[in-house]
Every structure is written in structure tokens, then in C-alpha cells.
């Protein structure tokens, strides 16, 4: 289908911000908003949200990426993903603005804007126009996810590597040093992560991102490349945290593995099994509505 792409200027807390929408020639009421995660703006890692979008509008689906506060070509102070519920907000108001066909609205994100949509639906719960979720390698960096990837999927990895036993017997790595880092870790990935006692505010962002999953009442589809860490993490906080137990297995969530692709799908091969899968669920999506 033929679709044009046209920029947009909207307003966020006094700030301007720049948006990229490519619109079909017969749009579906359901639309598309790509958040970017950051440090990085509306094109994307090899051009990958602006392809994306391409492919989206090309299927008949109205499709927006935009830079947020203090990214690309949008002006205000720099933010980080924890910090743009505003911004999520103003784009999905900008878009509907700009494509009256739109009546739904799925949000799409990679990484750390992933993780920003989780946050957005668990602060807000009552913007009816989000009717589902694209998260792909959500971002859930924390002290214990991360050493309990190095454990599970990174030490006995590297023992087998001969270029690992060449360096230690040539004296450029210390075998010491590498069983303290060991060590290290498996202590670390032992302490669970527990629900904590505390204020609203103090909640770390895996809580809230779990919480916002959990009351999300549409269709979801979770991407996890098999081949990069942030996936794994994201695996090994479900695990390990009672609080994301049973969300998962939710029937409203469908879940894909690309076992060879990395965090940004960097070959076409990745990438165009992340444009038809994302393709596919919107389709399911379109005629269920």
C-alpha cells in the first residue's frame, strides 16, 4: 500500500517536539507510536524505527516515531526513560490529531522504551486509547539480573574459548582475578530481588514495569533477541522476582525468540523477522477491535 511521511511539530510541557508520521493511503484505525529509547534519536540504530515505520504504513498501519524532551530535534533538558510519560502522552494526542482515522493506539518500543511504555500504562491505567503493547528486550538493568546473566551465560561460555586458556597461560589474564570476578557475581545473583517496603516514589522501575504488565488489559507481544544480554537480563528478572511470576504466562502475551538476532536486529534477516512478526500480531490485533 502507498503511504506518505510528512514531520510534525508538537508541544510537551512548553517544549517543541518533532515527530516523523507515515501515513497510508487507507489507514487502519489502529496506529502505531514508536518510542525511541535513548541515548538516541527518531531514525534509529541503522535506520531501524524509520524502516520499521516504513513497513508499518505500508501494511496499512498509521505509524509515528518522535524524538522526546531533550533528544534529535526536540528541544528541553535531556531525560531518561523513567521521565517521559509526558512525552508519551503528547505523541499519542499529536498523532491522533494529525490522523483523525486513528481510534487505537499500540505502543511500540526497543529496550529502555520498552520499558517507558510499562511505565507509562502503570502511572496512567486509564488512557483508553493504548489498546496494546510491542516490547522487545525490555530493559530491566539491575545488579542481580545483570551478574546472574554473567553467571548463567557468560563464565562457562568463555572457559570453553581456547583464546580464554592462550591469554591465562601467556600471562594476560589472571586466572585469579577471573574466579574472584566468579565469585563476585554468584553472590550477587544470589540476592533475589524482594518486593521492598518503601514509598511510591522509591519503587524501583522493574516494580512498576511489572505492575503496569500485570493491570495491562490488551494483547501484548514481547520480542527477545536470543543473542544479546538485555534479553537475558530481562529473563533472568523474571525468574527471580515473585512479582513477575505467572504475568508471562498470561494468554494476552505472545511472546517470540529470534535465537540468532542481536539487541537491535542489525542484519535484514533480523530485521524483517522483526517487521513481520510485529506485522502479524497487528493484523490479529486489527480484527479483533
Known amino acids: 500500500m502507498n503511504f506518505t511521511e510528512q514531520a510534525i511539530t508538537f508541544h510537551c510541557a512548553e517544549e517543541e517536539l518533532l515527530g516523523i508520521i507515515a501515513l497510508p493511503e487507507q489507514p487502519e484505525a489502529v496506529g502505531v507510536l514508536?518510542?525511541?529509547?535513548?541515548?538516541?534519536?527518531?531514525?534509529?540504530?541503522?535506520?531501524?524505527?524509520?524502516?520499521?515505520?516504513?513497513?508499518?504504513?505500508?501494511?496499512?498501519?498509521?505509524?509515528?516515531?518522535?524524538?522526546?524532551r531533550g533528544m534529535g530535534d526536540s528541544t528541553g533538558d535531556q531525560r531518561n526513560f523513567e521521565d517521559i510519560n509526558e512525552d508519551i502522552r503528547a505523541a499519542i494526542d499529536a498523532l491522533r490529531a494529525n490522523c483523525p482515522q486513528v481510534k487505537r493506539v499500540v505502543l511500540w518500543g526497543l529496550c529502555d522504551?520498552?520499558?517507558?511504555?510499562?511505565?507509562?500504562?502503570?502511572?496512567t491505567q486509564d488512557d483508553a486509547r493504548i489498546c496494546g503493547l510491542?516490547?522487545?528486550?525490555?530493559?530491566?538493568?539491575?545488579?542481580?539480573?545483570?551478574?546472574?546473566?554473567?553467571?548463567?551465560?557468560?563464565?562457562?561460555?568463555?572457559?570453553?574459548?581456547?583464546?580464554?586458556w592462550r591469554k591465562t597461560f601467556a600471562g594476560r589474564v589472571s586466572l585469579v582475578g577471573a574466579i574472584g570476578g566468579f565469585i563476585r557475581n554468584w553472590l550477587t545473583a544470589r540476592q533475589n530481588i524482594k518486593s521492598p517496603v518503601g514509598t511510591e516514589a522509591?519503587?524501583?522501575?522493574?516494580?512498576?514495569?511489572a505492575r503496569g504488565l500485570g493491570k495491562f488489559p490488551g494483547p501484548v507481544l514481547l520480542i527477545l533477541s536470543g543473542n544479546?544480554?538485555?534479553?537475558?537480563?530481562?529473563?533472568?528478572c523474571v525468574l527471580s522476582d515473585p512479582l513477575w511470576l505467572?504475568?508471562?504466562?498470561?494468554?494476552?502475551?505472545?511472546?517470540?525468540?529470534?535465537?540468532?538476532?542481536?539487541?537491535?536486529?542489525?542484519?535484514?534477516?533480523?530485521?524483517?523477522?522483526?517487521?513481520?512478526?510485529t506485522t502479524l500480531w497487528l493484523n490479529d490485533l486489527a480484527e479483533e477491535l
Open 34 to 68: 514508536i518510542v525511541v529509547g535513548g541515548p538516541q534519536y527518531r531514525v534509529g540504530s541503522h535506520r531501524q524505527f524509520l524502516l520499521l515505520s516504513r513497513v508499518l504504513a505500508g501494511a496499512g498501519y498509521p505509524t509515528m516515531r518522535f524524538d522526546y
Open 113 to 123: 522504551a520498552a520499558s517507558a511504555n510499562l511505565l507509562y500504562w502503570d502511572a
Open 134 to 164: 510491542v516490547l522487545v528486550n525490555p530493559w530491566v538493568r539491575s545488579e542481580t539480573t545483570l551478574a546472574g546473566v554473567y553467571i548463567n551465560h557468560y563464565y562457562g561460555q568463555r572457559l570453553l574459548e581456547a583464546e580464554f
Open 202 to 209: 522509591t519503587l524501583p522501575f522493574q516494580k512498576r514495569m
Open 228 to 236: 544479546d544480554y538485555t534479553a537475558k537480563e530481562f529473563s533472568e
Open 246 to 277: 505467572g504475568i508471562l504466562e498470561s494468554q494476552a502475551i505472545s511472546r517470540i525468540d529470534l535465537l540468532g538476532a542481536d539487541h537491535t536486529f542489525s542484519t535484514a534477516q533480523w530485521r524483517s523477522d522483526l517487521e513481520r512478526y
